[in-house]
Every structure is written in structure tokens, then in C-alpha cells.
């Protein structure tokens, strides 16, 4: 590896501490043993709005909403690993995290509708991973989620990696009961950034093709 990689951890809980923080921050962990760079943000702590669909970014790929989103589509660009983790709320991530996804429009807009050459999938494609808990353990619990993570991924050519999903997790600090569930995340943490092969040419990585979404 020629430089280290940028990993971004999403954290999309309001609650503090939760089991998906706990996620995170292991996988955060692991990669940074690895020899990554990690950032951390908390989106409760950010004002987003929701998209209002407007279709603005149509004309230039930029959303005209001027609030903490605007900070938070850089750091998305300058990553080369995406790590989002949320628990689940009625079958789908967060509100939090949801309106971050939403806004997203304007990344889609500029792959889809202005076909910006700078997200051409050959061009830069990153590494994304998702982490969830939910507190049942219905089969089908996570497949609202993951969709919807697919589709944030790829709208700035974002590899879905992977996903670390757990049924039964709804107290604050079950996880821990798992013995597993934490060396799985910061293992998770570990291979996302050993799997990286940085060129010199490119601050993205090479992969294979994002999976269909």
C-alpha cells in the first residue's frame, strides 16, 4: 500500500454507546491497527434535512440546501472505505441516517443524469461495509436496510463490501453478550483495509464491479 487509506465511519444511531457504535468503533479499530486513517461522525449531531426533491442538483450535481450535509459530501468523496452503521428502525435504518442517504440525490445526479466522468466506476470505486442490530429475529428483518444501503453505496461508486448484520441486539449493550460479535467487527475492520490495493496513479482502489442494485 502506498498511502494509507481514509476509512469513514458513519455512525447512525441517536443513541450513544449503542450496539452499533460499539460496532464501529471496533471496526474503526481494526483498521486503523491495519494502518488506515479513520474519521468518525456521529450524524445526530448534525442538522440534515430531507430532501425536498426539488431536482436542483439535476443542473450541476450540487444540492442547493445549505446545512450540515454539505460537510458531509466530501468526506463521502475522499474515503476510500465507507463504513455506515444504524440499527433498525421498523425494517430500515434511522431517520438520521436515512436523510443522509436521501440527500445522496445530488452524488446520484451527478453519476446518472450529468454522467460526471470523475464517478465512472473504472475511474474510483470504493469499499463499503454496513453494520446493523435489530432486536428481533425475523429472517427478512435486514433486507429493507441492505437495499437501501446498495443504493447509497453506489451512488458514489461505492463497493458493498460486506455487512456485519445481528438478530436479538435491542438493549443498550446486548451485543456484548455475543462473544463473537466485536473480534468479528474489528476483523471486519482489518480486511476491509488489506483487501485495499492503492495505485499511484489513483487515490481510489481496485475492485471488482459493484454488486447490481
Known sequence: M????????????????????????????GATEEGARAEAIHLCDFRITPCRECLACFNNGTCVIDD?????YPRLLAANI??????????GITGWA??????????????????????????????GFFISVGGTKGQ???????????????????????????????TCGDIQKNPDALPQAFAAGRKLVSDLKISDRSPGITAPASTPV
Open 2 to 29: 502506498n498511502h494509507a487509506a481514509k476509512v469513514l465511519g458513519i455512525f447512525g444511531s441517536p443513541r450513544r454507546g449503542g450496539n452499533t457504535d460499539l460496532l464501529l468503533e471496533e471496526a474503526l479499530k
Open 68 to 72: 450540515d450535509m454539505q460537510g458531509i
Open 82 to 91: 465507507v463504513i455506515l452503521a444504524s440499527p433498525i428502525f421498523f425494517y
Open 98 to 127: 436515512k436523510a443522509m442517504v436521501d440527500r445522496c440525490q445530488a452524488l446520484w445526479a451527478r453519476k446518472y443524469v450529468l454522467h460526471d466522468p470523475s464517478l465512472k466506476t473504472e475511474n474510483r470505486l470504493r469499499a
Open 140 to 170: 427478512r428483518m435486514f433486507e429493507g436496510a441492505v437495499l437501501t444501503v446498495r443504493y447509497f453505496f453506489d451512488a458514489f461508486n461505492t463497493n458493498y463490501s460486506g455487512d456485519l448484520l445481528f438478530r436479538g441486539v435491542d
